[in-house]
């Protein structure tokens, strides 16, 4: 009796990608924003690195606050302009007009049920989805993996950190010469510099201090020539 009524909570594949559609078309994702990050790479070179990123719209200031263990005193810092947010989950998200969904059935956690799917892409290319695991509740990805035309595989995770719906890790191997190098990075908490989720009072600020830190930056780089 308890399996027969698990089995009817269940919903069917069809009513799980109409949610799927309805909850990316819904998603909320932060314009202005920070978020630290650690990259970890073994095998065939060894490095820890931990980034902090601010954001504003598609400028981008990348602190590295870490290395290998040790915090930076002068943290270096680039600068990036019109660069899209490569781990946004819009940005990721396979859409079902670029894949074919093949359902493969629930995946369990307790209570909690992820409905999982065989991603087919419409059209080949560099980097290709393989399948999805889709929220039980939010019906937003809580996991994608993924091959790449070199060799490459990995996954993303996703999962509600705060209000918003975001990258929580990836990892990623790929075969380089005679060994195989591995890729893993771990989110922090993405916080929030627009109050009202939309760009506000925030976002000029925070483009300032993106502009100033360049300036910074390039200042010092000419100070340590004409050295």
Known sequence: MIALLAAAA?????????????????????????????????????LEQTHRIFRSGTDERDEVVAVNGTRATDPEVRIFHGRPYHYAVSRLAPRPSAYVFDYLGPR?????????????????????????????????????????????HGMLSFAKRGEFWVATGAQASARLGDGEAHEELTF???????????ASAAEPAARALISRRARRASLRRRTTRRR
Request: proline residues 4%.
């Open 10 to 46: 269940l919903l069917a594949p069809h009513t799980v990608l109409a949610n799927y559609a309805a909850a990316l078309a819904a998603l909320r994702e932060p314009r202005v924003f920070a978020v630290e990050y650690t990259l970890e790479q073994t095998g065939t070179r060894s």
């Open 108 to 152: 369990r956690d307790g209570r909690h049920v992820d409905y999982v799917f065989r991603l087919a892409p419409n059209h080949a290319s560099a980097f290709m989805l393989t399948t999805i695991a889709i929220d039980g509740i939010s019906f937003l990805p809580s996991a994608v993996t993924f091959v790449t035309t070199h060799g490459g």
């Open 188 to 198: 922090g908490r993405v916080a929030r510099l627009d109050v009202r989720g939309r």
